[in-house]
């Protein structure tokens, strides 16, 4: 059975720094690859960053690089999104979802989903 399991979201004041990890659990990360969504009130999915199946390549969204990146240890089977500098905008619901075997901007794509993890930033 393939699940995504998102942990690592909380409070933040504005600044600091939080590492989200996406446990995988039912299919290898060499064959899925594996993005970042959030979700915030009142707003459409938003695609944050992607790391590919079997070449590991990473990509990002405009807005969110040199704040963001992602990573993955296979033997582990989770993908971190370490992020820094958070704002309050950022505030929203993280996701991680799968698809094989190439990343993807539209969330339509991903076939799997894991239930979100909230991250908050507030001064």
């Known amino acids: 059975q393939v699940q995504l399991m998102e942990s690592g979201g909380g409070l933040v004041q504005p600044g600091g720094s939080l590492r989200l990890s996406c446990l995988v659990s039912?299919?290898?990360?060499?064959?899925?690859?594996i993005g970042w969504f959030r979700q915030a009130p009142g707003k459409e999915r938003e695609g944050l960053s992607c790391?590919?199946?079997?070449?590991?390549?990473?990509y990002y969204s405009e807005s969110m690089m040199g704040r963001f990146t992602i990573s993955r240890d296979v033997a582990k089977n989770t993908v971190y999104l370490q992020m820094n500098s958070l704002k309050p905008e950022d505030t929203a619901v993280y996701f991680c979802?799968?698809?094989?075997?190439?990343?993807?901007?539209?969330?339509?794509?991903?076939?799997?989903w894991g239930q979100g993890t909230q991250v908050t930033v507030f001064s």
């Open positions: 979802a799968g698809r094989v075997p190439w990343c993807s901007d539209h969330d339509r794509e991903y076939d799997y």
């Open positions: 039912g299919f290898s990360l060499g064959n899925y690859a």
């Open positions: 790391i590919s199946s079997t070449a590991g390549i990473t």
